[in-house]
Nanobody
Framework: QVQLVESGGGSVQAGGSLRLSCAASGYTYNRHCMGWFRQAPGMEREGVAAIYIGSGSTYYADSVKGRFTISQDNAKNTLYLQMNSLTPEDTAMYYC??????????????WGQGTQVTVSS
């Protein structure tokens, strides 16, 4: 099983930036993708960005294209999400995920405990 630990969340004003990190450990043989999804209170889970580990192919939700960048450091087993030009609509709990398949910018599989991102206007 994969363990995922997110960090980097916090509070920021609109227009600001945050960088999320996700440290992965554990059994990795079936881990073909990693990604980030978010969930705000009362809202459905939304895939934000995902990446296939082998090819480096990336996928983004339309709502974050041009503002968010997903990247990986395979040597450190760490995933990143650089978030720029944040808006209050980006406020949510952000979860790191690892699994085998990407659907709608979401890597389907295991996920971590999440890190809160709050954007004030």
């Amino acid at each position: 099983q994969v363990q995922l630990v997110e960090s980097g969340g916090g509070s920021v004003q609109a227009g600001g930036s945050l960088r999320l990190s996700c440290a992965a450990s554990g059994y990795t043989y079936n881990r073909h993708c990693m990604g980030w999804f978010r969930q705000a209170p009362g809202m459905e889970r939304e895939g934000v960005a995902a990446i296939y580990i082998g090819s480096g192919s990336t996928y983004y939700a339309d709502s974050v294209k041009g503002r968010f960048t997903i990247s990986q450091d395979n040597a450190k087993n760490t995933l990143y999400l650089q978030m720029n030009s944040l808006t209050p609509e980006d406020t949510a709990m952000y979860y790191c995920a690892a699994g085998g398949l990407i659907r709608e910018a979401m890597c389907v599989g295991y996920w971590g405990q999440g890190t809160q991102v709050t954007v004030s206007s």
